[in-house]
């Protein structure tokens, strides 16, 4: 009986102690879940303090202490508190998706919304900002910046695209030996070769979305086209053109002294009509023909303006 009850003792024992272990184990994994770019979007459900940290970084070796012992404390004062921390050496992506430029950075997601936390790095502010839902007087990232949105993935795309690159290099400079000069000409190829590469397959996709219009070609034969030259439609002049003929017609005709305008002119017969009478009536006085035969001064019209 005794052996029976030292038995079922231990077994009770050695269960508890699993248990414990167990619970433990659990709690340390879900209180620092190392976040990538496969299992990042967990945080997206339920309440978490996330960190971004280098393992260079001396300010986020000195907040990893403070950090385990908030899981800690979380799980004690039974808050629905998990911690993450994603590594950016190893998920640059994440830090592309996430816009983080300095370490160690925090963020609160609670549902799906994300906000930075800025405030002190110990562990009783942490706890506060959590418990007395401080978290509400900070706004959250706007959805256009929101980790999870299409252009934020564009971006993590970018920031592995530039990792990788990163690696080629080092690769190129390390395995192949080539000088830091060497291996920027070859982007710098590659680069335009990317660059015309795509700029070909632009211009064929609008091409094909917006093809050229025709354009009907009218022929014209060689008479139209010297009369085109020429300026003129059947021997046709403009108006100004032909107003500058006329009045040319006109001064030629006022100065010339032969012309029928002079000798039918009104002064001219008036002056033989009353040469007549002076005759007739036996008037001596002498005519004056010098003033007579002086023209009278006519004043030229003004050309229009070209």
């Given amino acids: 009986m005794a052996r029976v009850y030292d ?26 879940k190392e976040l990538n770019e496969n299992n990042w979007k967990e945080i997206l459900e339920g309440e978490w303090m996330l960190e971004f940290y280098a393992p260079w970084c001396p300010a986020c070796n000195a ?41 160690p950075t925090i963020f609160h997601v609670k549902d799906g919304e994300f906000r930075q936390y800025k405030g002190p790095r110990d562990v009783e502010s942490m706890l506060t900002f ?6 509400k007087q900070t706004d959250p990232i706007p959805g256009w910046k929101a980790p999870d949105s299409l252009q934020m993935s564009l971006v993590a795309e970018f920031f592995k695209m530039s990792q990788a690159l990163r690696g080629v290099h080092n690769m190129l400079m390390e395995a192949y030996g080539l000088p830091s000069w060497g291996s920027y000409l070859i982007f710098a190829i590659a680069t335009i070769f990317v660059g015309a590469l795509v700029g070909l397959i632009l211009v064929c996709v609008i091409d094909f979305l917006h093809p050229p219009q025709k354009v009907d070609k009218k022929f014209i034969s060689r008479s ?20 500058l003929i006329n009045d040319d017609i006109l001064d030629d005709a006022e100065n010339s002294p032969n012309s029928d305008a002079e000798k039918n002119s009104p002064s001219d017969t008036s002056e033989d009509d009353n040469e007549k009478t002076s005759e007739a009536a036996g008037d001596s006085k002498p005519v ?13 019209r003004p050309r229009k303006a070209d």
Avoid: H, M, Y
Wanted: proline content about 4%.
């Fill in 130 to 135: 959590v418990e007395n839902k401080k978290w």
């Fill in 224 to 243: 139209e086209l010297e009369k085109l030259a020429r300026g003129d439609n059947d021997g046709k002049k403009s108006d100004d053109e032909q107003e």
């Fill in 63 to 103: 907040l990893a202490p403070a950090w385990k012992e908030l899981s800690t404390r979380a799980a004690k004062n039974s808050l629905p508190l998990r911690t993450a921390a994603v590594d950016v050496t190893n998920s640059p992506g994440l830090s592309g998706r996430f816009v983080v430029t300095a370490l």
């Fill in 288 to 300: 004056d023909k010098d003033s007579s035969d002086k023209p009278e001064a006519r004043k030229r």
């Fill in 7 to 32: 038995a079922s003792r231990r077994i009770l024992i050695f269960s508890f102690s699993f248990i414990v272990l167990l619970c433990s184990t659990i709690d340390f994994a879900s209180a620092n």
